[in-house]
């Protein structure tokens, strides 16, 4: 009986790390598509989103047997708990992305700014390797490696911050900047909800370990509060 939990808890532990390389690819595609303007990559990505969807229901239903059927207890209960919470993360992380294809959609053929559309690429690079960090720190079982992951967060919050300001202020010099620059502003906010997604992963990474949830730093920031800006 114990072997064939351990065969359940294994292959959901697996199933989860591929539904993560999902959503980090997600991710990955939609800000490529974005700053392209390809319009057949976005579609890609919103064609693909499904499989994430189903992944989440799958791991949910999982989860939830495993856990009535075969009443685990300490650690074996927390990585359960752990895939449940987690892949709800990334559930929406997926969302997010399909949000930013539709935005290449939306906005194709409109005034761009190449400026604003580096910071976003510098953005989406930012919150790849986030979601990408807090998947290892996972596999890992790493609660150091999830608090200094989670800390990075404060430089999307930056950057952020910072589109959102150039955008309004390219949109009050010239009219036929609203939609794009409207529309960065949504990306941003996008990326920047996906990176807090993935440092919710980090706290799931510290609850594994210790079974205490926390809260790791999530700090918004103006322009002119992070270090070492360029």
């Known amino acids: 009986m114990r072997t064939t939990f351990e065969e359940q808890l294994n292959n959901l532990h697996l199933r989860f790390s591929e539904m993560g390389m999902m959503a980090s690819e997600a991710i990955m595609k939609s800000v490529k598509a974005y700053v392209d303007h390809d319009k057949a990559l976005a ?13 989440e229901m799958d791991l949910e239903k999982e989860s939830f047997e495993m856990i009535a059927l075969q009443q685990p207890v300490t650690s074996d209960l927390r990585m359960i708990v752990t895939v449940l919470k987690a892949s709800s993360d ?18 194709k053929g409109e005034t761009r700014i ?12 930012i919150t790849t390797s986030i979601v990408e960090d807090s998947l290892e720190a996972y596999l890992k079982r790493d609660s150091k490696m999830a608090e200094e992951v989670a800390s990075r967060d404060v430089k999307e919050h930056y950057l952020s911050a910072k589109i959102n300001k150039m955008s309004i202020s390219e949109m009050k010099k010239e009219g036929d900047y609203v939609l794009s620059g409207s529309s960065y502003m949504l990306v941003s906010s996008y ?37 070492n800006k360029g």
């Open 90 to 107: 990334l559930e929406r992380m997926g969302d997010h992305a399909v949000s930013i294809a539709q935005e290449t959609i939306r906005v």
């Open 191 to 227: 990326l920047e909800r996906a990176g807090d997604y993935a440092t919710n992963i980090c706290e799931w990474v510290v609850y594994l370990n210790t079974g205490h949830v926390v809260e790791l730093n999530q700090k918004h920031v103006a322009d002119d509060e992070y270090p």
């Open 43 to 55: 579609k890609e990505v919103i064609k693909n989103d499904h499989i994430i969807n189903k992944r």
């Open 114 to 125: 190449p400026e604003i559309e580096k910071l976003i690429a510098d953005m989406g690079e």
